[in-house]
Every structure is written in C-alpha cells, then in structure tokens.
C-alpha cells in the first residue's frame, strides 16, 4: 500500500503544478557590496526527447562531474545532461530483469557517487551498481536488515531520503507516515556496514499546524502539508522546511543538534498557521490551500561547494498594492558555517518557487540553475551571484 501511496503522491506534484511562465532575461541587478545576473539556458537535446514527467524530481546533478543525471522511471532509462556544453550527452539504458535489475518495485531517484558508483533508490530498497554498471549491494531499510539503533514499532524510514557524494550514508526521515502520524526525527543509514543511527528532531508538531486537509466523507480526504527538506554538508546532515525560516543542524563529530533561526528584513519569517481546519468542501479547500501558498515559502538549501556558500530562494505575494498584487521573490545566502550574509530581493518575477513543490535546483561552476517548464523542452533559470571583494 505505501508504493501505490508514494505513486500517487508524485502523481499529484504531476497533476497540480502551475503552468509555465515565460521570464524576461537577461539582467543585471545591483546593490550594495552584491551583485547578479539572471538570464535562461536551454538544453539542446538533438533529436531525443528529455522525459520531463517528473520535472527532474528523479535526477541528481554530480558537482565533481558537472553531468545531471536525469531518470525515467518506468525502463530505467538514465539521461547524463552536461551542464557545461548545455547538452544531451548520452543515455544509459539500465537492466530491469536479472542479476544487475535497478526495479524491484518502481524506481523513484538516483545518486552518482564522486567514485562512479550508481545508487536507485526506491521506497524501501536501495540499489548499488558499480562502475561498471554491476549490481553489487542491495539495501533494505527495516530492521532485521540493519544494525545498531532500532526502528520503534509502527515506524519507517523514508527511503526517498538523500545519499551522499561519496556513496557512504543515506539520510532520510523516520516515522509513522500513515495519516495523523508523527516524523521523528531523521534515520542515518551506513551504506558500508548497513548501521542505523537515529537522530530523534522535535520538529513535526509545528510543521503539522500548517497542514490544511479537507474530509468529504468517511474515510476520503486530502491534504496541503507543508514540505521539509534535507541536505547533506559532508557526515553533517541539514533539516529546513517549507513554512519558517530556521534550520536544524546535524553535526556527526560532536553527535549533537544544533537549532538556528533567522530573520528576514524582506518577507515574513513563518507562514500564519490560520486557516480553516473544519473543510468539508473542495471549493473551500482550494481557496484556503491558496491563501497558504501566498504566505511566505522557503525553498531547500543548496550548496555551492567551490564558494563554501549556500543559497536558498524564498517567495511571499506582495499584497500593499490590490490593483497589481505580485509576489515577491528573495534570494538569501549563508556563508560556511550557515551564519546569514545577505538576502536580496530579486527584481524580475521569476517562477523560482513551484506552487506545490520546489523544482530541481543545484549550483554549477557558482550558478544556480533551477528547472523552468517549458513544454517538451529543458530549460533553467540561471543566476550568477558575485560579492564585490571577490
């Protein structure tokens, strides 16, 4: 039942995405000691087609190699898109039956690994292919699999988590994920000698307050949760959400958690939590899933590994003016140690922040390129921010 879950989730990102706009590039902006340029980049794929179905959710970009690797599920299909020449490289056809099969049940993401090692990930099943594209380990996220820290009862791993760019750990959140349950905190997996380390992160309570769930009936309802976030910055792993501006750290020396919030001069710092809770109509629904969304929203981190910085673009609807109502789009930068540097609001209406989902996002050569919708065609919005003592 949790695969046909997840299905359907990924099928209502497919279903509920805004339609694509156009942006108006390129631009330089300007202020004080910072300065970028935004402009749009286009894939030239020859005479292949791009599987787009997924908007890139099943892809993973390799820093060390500068490739997007992008994943079509259903034949194993893998595309490597190299970020340099802004092309369709080539595309390795993997085995779905036999002894080197990535598909048990449905493939839902990839990891290049810096040592050339290829992980799929489905739900609860991990696979591992050398370089030579030989299956030589396979993962199953319960606990008569893993040692060390145990699973409480009632409780999963998410195996949609994120793997790291040596291939040696997988980080993902833990919990009971049926409806009303609770995440608990995240799970560190140790690919080499298949250990469980659980990091219990009191965070879920106020993330659910967000939730907006419309009951029809008995036993039929929907729901707009809010998102989170992991990011990976070597053993340490980073947790951010949808709904507020703060971050909770991982730090693996130390076996601690640290807890940062920040503050924003440009939008709010969290989402209001009011809204309706007693929905039974889908009108209802969608006119306060729309309110939420036009609050405040914080996109995942991003790291730029050669800056030692990260990025992280947020949105909020400007409302002080009810004849042009626009949202405003913010980029923040944090330096190394996650401290605030900057944040900048962004002077075109670019379309960072999907309605539902935040699109593919990741830094190349000191770029940010995040997926732009376009119909049969991969396109990214690019920006190139640049400090002036640099």
């Not at 298949?194 to 307050?209: G, R």
């Not at 539902?356 to 119909?375: M, R």
Request: glycine letters at 6%; hydrophobic letters at 35%; aromatic letters at 14%.
């Amino acid at each position: 039942m949790k695969l046909f879950y997840v299905l359907g989730f990924f099928l209502l990102l497919a279903s509920c995405e805004e339609k694509p706009v156009e942006v108006q590039l390129p631009v330089a902006n300007v202020s004080p000691g910072f300065n970028y340029v935004l402009d749009t980049v286009h894939i030239n794929s020859g005479d292949d087609n791009i599987y787009l179905e997924m908007n890139l959710s099943m892809s993973d970009y390799s820093t060390k190699e500068g490739f997007l690797y992008n994943l079509k599920p259903e034949n194993a299909r893998v595309e490597m898109i190299n970020m340099e020449s802004l092309s369709l490289d080539s595309v390795i056809n993997y085995k779905v039956n036999g002894p080197n099969s990535v598909k048990q049940y449905f493939p839902f993401g990839i990891k290049k690994t810096n040592f050339g090692d290829t992980f799929f990930k489905e739900y609860r099943v991990i696979h591992k292919l050398n370089s030579g594209g030989q299956k030589i380990d396979s993962y199953e996220l319960i606990n008569r699999e893993l040692k060390g820290d145990r699973l409480p009862f009632d409780t999963e791993i998410d195996g949609l988590g994120e793997i790291s760019p040596d291939g040696s750990y997988l980080a993902s959140f833990y919990g009971n994920f049926k409806v009303g349950g609770s995440v608990l905190g995240i799970a560190k997996v140790n690919l080499s000698d298949k250990s469980l380390k659980l990091i219990p992160i009191d965070f879920w309570d106020k993330l659910k307050k967000y939730t907006i769930t419309v009951n029809y009936d008995i036993g039929r309802r929907n729901s707009s949760p809010e998102l989170k976030f992991l990011l990976l910055n070597g053993p340490d792993i980073i947790l951010t959400t949808s709904a507020s501006n703060e971050l909770w750290y991982y730090d693996a020396e130390s076996d601690s958690v640290i807890h940062k919030t920040f503050h924003s001069n440009i939008t709010a710092d969290q989402k209001s939590g009011k809204y309706r809770q007693d929905i039974t109509d889908q009108g209802r629904y969608m006119y306060w899933v729309k309110r939420k969304n036009d609050e405040v929203v914080f996109g995942p981190l991003v790291k730029d590994h050669q800056a030692q910085r990260f990025y992280r673009y947020s949105r909020e609807l400007d409302s002080s003016d009810p004849q042009k109502l626009h949202y405003v789009y913010v980029l923040t930068v944090f330096d190394e140690k996650l401290e605030q540097i900057h944040e900048q609001k962004l002077d075109n209406s670019i379309p960072i922040m999907g309605k539902y989902f935040e699109v593919k996002t990741f830094v190349h050569n000191g770029s940010i390129y995040s997926y732009l919708q376009k119909e049969n065609e991969l396109a990214f919005i690019r920006l190139k921010p640049n400090f002036d003592n640099e």
